[in-house]
């Protein structure tokens, strides 16, 4: 079974930065993708951005140019860097880790709240 602890999040001001990191430790298949998803209060869960290990990085609309998503593969740890925050990047940010193998198993981790301020 995977297991994946976020942390890094918190409360800041609109313009500011937030880190994000997320350890997956586990029995994890050696191909796979991690990243990051978030749900604001009454909507669905949205992609943020996604990296796999063979390099392969995709990003929300939202994300592109303020945030940026880093792995380490050695440590199974994935970071998202988040720059100029606005109030509605306002939601719980999720990590996932997805493997690629047979009914591509899905891990989620419980949750980190990020809250900008105006």
């Known amino acids: 079974q995977v297991q994946l602890v976020e942390s890094g999040g918190g409360l800041v001001r609109a313009g500011g930065s937030l880190r994000l990191s997320c350890a997956a430790s586990?029995?994890?298949?050696?191909?796979?993708?991690m990243g990051w998803y978030r749900q604001a209060p009454g909507k669905q869960r949205e992609l943020v951005a996604t990296?796999?290990?063979?390099?392969?990085?995709n990003y929300a609309n939202s994300a592109k140019g303020r945030f940026t998503i880093s792995r380490d593969n050695a440590k199974n740890t994935v970071y998202l860097q988040m720059s100029s925050l606005k109030p509605e990047d306002t939601a719980v940010y999720y990590c996932?880790?997805?493997?690629?193998?047979?009914?591509?198993?899905?891990?989620w981790g419980q949750g980190t709240q990020v809250t900008v301020s105006s």
């Open positions: 586990g029995s994890i298949f050696a191909a796979n993708s």
């Open positions: 996932n880790l997805q493997e690629f193998r047979s009914q591509m198993p899905n891990y």
């Open positions: 990296f796999t290990t063979s390099g392969i990085i």
